[in-house]
């Protein structure tokens, strides 16, 4: 069982930055393959970021978002940068084990982009 728990969500100007974070409770967090996913209103949730073998983002927040992760403090990160009005959604955090496909999930925390 793994608990994430997100944080540094926010309200931000166009052009602003956030840096999220998701701590992961429980160990082998470096078995899990770790991404960050966000719900618009009235949209399904998609993928932003994620890092196993390889790290992959969308198209729309490739060369603006970057994910990292940090073993030794079972926290992934998703700094973003030039941020932009339809940035503006819930972003959740996900850990999927890498050999037995089991997936978690964070609360989510609102990051809105708006002047």
């Known amino acids: 069982q793994v608990q994430l728990v997100e944080s540094g969500g926010g309200l931000v100007q166009p052009g602003g930055s956030l840096r999220l974070s998701c701590a992961a409770s429980g160990s082998s967090f470096s078995l899990y393959n770790m991404g960050w996913y966000r719900q618009a209103p009235g949209k399904q949730r998609e993928l932003v970021a994620n890092?196993?073998?390889?790290?992959n983002y969308a198209d729309s927040v490739k060369g603006r978002f970057t994910i990292s992760r940090d073993n030794s403090k079972n926290t992934v990160y998703l700094q973003m940068n030039s941020l932009k009005p339809e940035d503006t959604a819930v972003y959740y955090c996900n850990a999927r084990h890498v050999q037995l496909g089991t997936s978690y999930w964070g609360q989510g925390t609102q990051v809105t982009v708006s002047s």
């Open positions: 890092t196993g073998v390889y790290i």
